[in-house]
T-cell receptor
Framework: SAVISQKPSRDICQRGTSLTIQCQVD?????MFWYRQQPGQSLTLIAT?????????ESGFVIDKFPISRPNLTFSTLTVSNMSPEDSSIYLC???????????FGQGTRLTVV | QQQVKQSPQSLIVQKGGISIINCAYE??????FPWYQQFPGKGPALLIA?????SEKKEGRFTISFNKSAKQFSLHIMDSQPGDSATYFC???????????FGKGTRLSVIA
């Protein structure tokens, strides 16, 4: 299975500030995915990050709020910008196992905005 | 995103019993159906997955049953243990390198 390291694991942030979450995969992958999991809820896809091109965002998520970088095949960042308490969630990155569909997740970043 | 419907929302099972969680999907292009287990404070962990070319897959105490014609699949946890208490998510995808669509999750509690 792929090993995905995500950091920070948790943070408490002031409203109006921004937080950048990093995701490192132990193998090269074409696609990486960013999800949001609100308290007690399921996972909702934020965007798909493809190396060498702009991320593709799902309905309800915009680049100005959630800019994503994908500088190489093993790394991606998600920034949560101009945070409000409604952004308090767990943010997860995911990557497929190389050559397959099996998707593995980082341990998540628990964000609390105060 | 295409929807995956999961039930029940919560489940309480006696230790040693069988836990059954069901999912139904709409998109006939889906060809990969994984189940994830999530403990509080942790990311989802891949538990078991199935593809439409088989009707059942078993790994230890965990079994996926798949009914292609009904567009349904289910997770069975045999001899359920308190350590199985977690939230379980079913998901589906239609090819490699595409994102998963998740069900809403089932909170399982196994009581002694």
């Amino acid at each position: 299975s792929a090993v995905i390291s995500q950091k920070p694991s948790r943070d408490i942030c002031q409203r109006g500030t921004s937080l950048t979450i990093q995701c490192q995969v132990d193998s090269q992958v074409t696609m990486m995915f960013w999800y949001r999991q609100q308290p007690g809820q399921s996972l909702t896809l934020i965007a798909t990050a493809n190396q060498g091109s702009e991320a593709t965002y799902e309905s309800g998520f915009v680049i100005d709020k959630f800019p994503i970088s994908r500088p190489n095949l093993t790394f991606s960042t998600l920034t949560v910008s101009n945070m409000s308490p409604e952004d308090s969630s767990i943010y997860l990155c995911s990557a497929p196992h190389s050559g397959g569909t099996e998707a593995f997740f980082g341990q998540g970043t628990r964000l609390t905005v105060v | 995103q295409q929807q995956v419907k999961q039930s029940p929302q919560s489940l309480i099972v006696q230790k040693g019993g069988i836990s059954i969680i069901n999912c139904a999907y709409e998109n006939t292009a889906f060809d990969y159906f994984p189940w994830y287990q999530q403990f509080p404070g942790k990311g989802p962990a891949l538990l078991i997955a199935i593809r439409p070319d088989v009707s059942e897959k078993k790994e230890g105490r965990f079994t996926i049953s798949f009914n292609k014609s009904a567009k349904q699949f289910s997770l069975h946890i045999m001899d359920s243990q308190p350590g199985d208490s977690a939230t379980y998510f079913c998901a589906a995808a239609d090819s490699g390198n595409t994102p998963l669509v998740f069900g809403k999750g089932t909170r399982l509690s196994v009581i002694a």
